[in-house]
């Protein structure tokens, strides 16, 4: 991820947005793909096991899963303010000993960071530029379990990405962009680090999919 895009995901999650998504988690729990994802990697057995989430926002992922057994859980973000938004909320539920938070972009400091039973990229995929690297070195962390949530690559959620966010983006002269990165490419990626897919959803503009290792 280059300078300028991590300079945007830090002027578009500033603390008056990442208060209204705490807000709104608080209200309503997680967001519904989020929780068919977290559904999904329970189905698993998840117990004991070990996660790595990546772009974690307020830590939607690592709470549910922490009370659902997860032993401990890694908290990679780009945004600082997302970072201490998941670190006060993990103090507040009473896991804040079991959470290590590691800022920065994940394809920088991914060498820094140890392999986990459970990997998960929850809308981080369209955020990143080099899908390939972060796809890539992600996948590699995954011991058992590998969970994504990323936009279908379709001519519709293409154009309404550019609609809603890009331009929006440009206006407010945010360097952030989103991006629709081609299915098949992100599968195959995924698929050559040994894993397979054990899940799949379409939920609206967005695909669920949990992979596994043999």
Request: with cysteine.
């Amino acid at each position: 991820m280059d300078c300028c895009q991590c300079q945007g995901i830090e002027m578009k999650y500033d603390r008056k947005y990442v208060a209204k998504k705490l807000k709104k988690y608080h209200k309503n729990g997680p967001k519904k793909t989020t929780r068919q994802l977290i559904e999904a990697l329970q189905s698993e057995g998840v117990s004991g096991m070990t996660l790595l989430d990546i772009g974690g926002g307020i830590g939607e992922i690592q709470h549910a899963l922490l009370r659902a057994g997860v032993s401990s859980a890694t908290d990679n973000e780009a945004s600082t303010v997302y970072l201490e938004a998941c670190r006060q909320e993990a103090e507040h539920l009473g896991h804040a000993d079991r959470i290590q938070h590691i800022p920065g972009n994940f394809v920088s400091v991914a060498k820094n960071i140890a392999p986990a039973d459970i990997v998960t990229l929850d809308r981080v995929i369209c955020c990143y530029p080099d899908m390939p690297a972060l796809v890539n070195l992600s996948a590699q962390k995954a011991r058992r379990l590998y969970g994504v949530v990323y936009p279908l690559d379709r001519w519709w959620v293409w154009l309404a990405m550019e609609v809603y966010y890009n331009i929006r983006q440009r206006a407010q002269r945010n360097p952030m962009r989103n991006f629709v990165h081609p299915s098949k490419e992100v599968e195959a990626v995924i698929h050559n680090n040994g894993l397979n897919r054990r899940f799949y959803k379409v939920m609206g503009p967005w695909q669920v999919v949990v992979y596994a290792r043999p």
